[in-house]
């Protein structure tokens, strides 16, 4: 991946809005969780957390595509690998996990989701 750089620290700004407060306010919950599970690396609470707050924006986002009839299948596969990979992780997470958790996020944002700004029906 690795087109956009990772902000350091590593919070969401507003060079990650996608102008929908709703999946804005999601995205911000999944820097948290990633931010959490690097601080916590051998924390269940930190990634179960993180897991579900991706499995919850996950829905949000590709529901307000389908409502919108945005095509979506492409988008709704990274999700799917993405939350394969974090079905996958157990015990410490090494760096090289927390930088992909990291890096995927940050391009997905701005290199995937980024497309789909101003064709949603969500509020603003």
Request: with cysteine.
């Amino acid at each position: 991946m690795s087109d956009y750089k990772i902000p350091e620290p590593f919070v969401w700004s507003t060079d990650f809005q996608v102008f929908y407060k709703t999946l804005d306010d999601e995205h911000k919950g999944l820097f948290e969780g990633i931010f959490a599970c690097n601080e916590k690396r051998d924390s269940a609470d930190a990634l179960n957390t993180l897991r579900d707050r991706v499995g919850t924006h996950f829905k949000t986002e590709e529901d307000a595509m389908d409502a919108a009839g945005y095509p979506c299948e492409g988008h709704k596969q990274k999700h799917k690998d993405f939350v394969e990979k974090l079905a996958g992780l157990s015990g410490t997470l090494s760096d090289e996990t927390i930088h992909y958790a990291m890096d995927w996020l940050v391009n997905h944002i701005k290199g995937t989701d980024f497309h789909y700004k101003g064709k949603l029906n969500l509020a603003a």
